[in-house]
């Protein structure tokens, strides 16, 4: 079966499957694309284009239900979105890229298996103050390797009972959304109008999976897998996939 056959599935069955909890699935395009021996200067191109399709209809399915606390929300991306346009910026070679996104699966992979509640009760931590300062690498590491930093973002909500598990949904989509375009944008500069058109004429297919997967994704909620069950299926495919690329750098 052809490459791109295969990553048009698996793209449209990440985007399906993230859209439905709020992400964008940046970090399990990545794999798959590290994976596929792409240039790896497309790589965070694609994943963020994709990101951004992805996170703007769930950004305006929880916005039409009422469910974002937009104030928070705001305050976190605003802080976050100058540094993912940087680190879409800095220029990064081969080794370094690998060795940041090996270490970014990594870390991603294990996020995912910190346990979510359904619903986050109780007070705010103390410590749910220090996640604007928290925001600004997050968004730094998601413009330099091509994620949308929500995966790391929506742990340190649930750990600082920050709100309720749909609106900490609902702020990732925001955070996602708004890091990937800054993160494009700078990526967009680095590597000039050529080297994108190129990317997103190949990723085509890609582009159309994630559009129709994250509108399925964002209109319902995924009922034939336990959420804990793609949860840690997305894990191990990710941290694998990281560790694999921290082997070869």
């Not at 749910?128 to 994620?147: E, R, Y």
């Not at 994630?210 to 941290?239: D, E, H, Y």
Request: glycine residues 12%.
């Amino acid at each position: 079966m052809p490459l791109i056959v295969l990553l048009t599935f698996g793209f449209f069955v990440a985007a399906l499957l993230y859209a439905s909890v709020g992400f964008g699935g940046g970090s399990t395009y990545l794999a798959l694309l590290a994976l596929s021996g792409l240039d790896y200067r497309v790589l965070p191109m694609v994943a963020l284009a994709c990101n951004i399709v992805v996170v703007a209809g769930g950004t305006v399915r929880f916005a039409r239900a009422k469910m974002t606390p937009w104030k928070g929300a705001l305050v976190l991306t605003v802080v976050a979105a100058p540094a993912a346009f940087l680190g879409g910026l800095v220029p990064i070679d081969r080794d370094a890229f690998l060795l940041m996104l090996g270490v970014s699966l990594v870390l991603t992979g294990v996020t995912l298996l910190i346990p979510v509640r359904e619903e986050t009760v109780g007070e705010r931590s103390s410590l749910a103050k220090f996640l604007p300062v928290a925001a600004a690498p997050l968004g730094f590491v998601a413009g330099l390797v091509g994620i949308g930093g929500g995966i790391f973002l929506a742990p340190l909500l649930h750990l600082t009972r920050w709100d309720n598990a749909r609106a900490i949904a609902a702020t990732a989509s925001v955070f996602i959304l708004i890091n990937s375009m800054f993160g494009l944008a700078g990526q967009l500069l680095k590597h000039g109008p050529t080297m994108f058109g190129g990317a997103m004429a190949e990723a085509l297919p890609l582009l159309i999976a994630v559009v129709i997967g994250g509108q399925i994704g964002s209109l319902m909620a995924v009922k034939f897998l336990p959420q804990r069950w793609i949860r840690w299926v997305t894990a191990i495919l990710v941290a694998v996939v990281g560790a694999r690329l921290l082997f070869e750098v």
